[in-house]
Nanobody
Framework: QVHLVESGGGSVQAGGSLTLSCAASGYTYSNSYMGWFRQAPGKEREGVAAIDSDGSTSYAPSVKGRFTIAKDNAQNTVSLQMNSLKPEDTAMYYC???????????????????WGQGTKVTVSS
């Protein structure tokens, strides 16, 4: 059984940094896409960043240059380093995984099979 567990959320002031981590059990990162999504109250879930098994990364325009996704195959974790945080980054952040063979855009949540429970990020101005 696959479990994805996020950690690292919290409250910071604008301009601050946070690092989210996603630990996977019962799942390996080979031939997979690992993504970070976020959902603010009243808004749709949106893709933030993703990394494939070759290490290629994708980012939403709103976070490019501020966020960095990385994976540690040995630890079976995926991280999201978030710098220069803005109030509009406030949301619940979710880790998700899917097989590369599932297809679909990296930022389409409907194409992801496995999800974590989420970790909350609050950025105050």
């Amino acid at each position: 059984q696959v479990h994805l567990v996020e950690s690292g959320g919290g409250s910071v002031q604008a301009g601050g940094s946070l690092t989210l981590s996603c630990a996977a059990s019962g799942y390996t990162y080979s031939n997979s896409y690992m993504g970070w999504f976020r959902q603010a109250p009243g808004k749709e879930r949106e893709g933030v960043a993703a990394i494939d098994s070759d290490g290629s990364t994708s980012y939403a325009p709103s976070v490019k240059g501020r966020f960095t996704i990385a994976k540690d195959n040995a630890q079976n974790t995926v991280s999201l380093q978030m710098n220069s945080l803005k109030p509009e980054d406030t949301a619940m952040y979710y880790c998700a995984a899917k097989s590369l063979f599932d297809g679909g855009n990296w930022n389409d949540p409907a194409t992801y099979t496995y999800w974590g429970q989420g970790t909350k990020v609050t950025v105050s101005s």
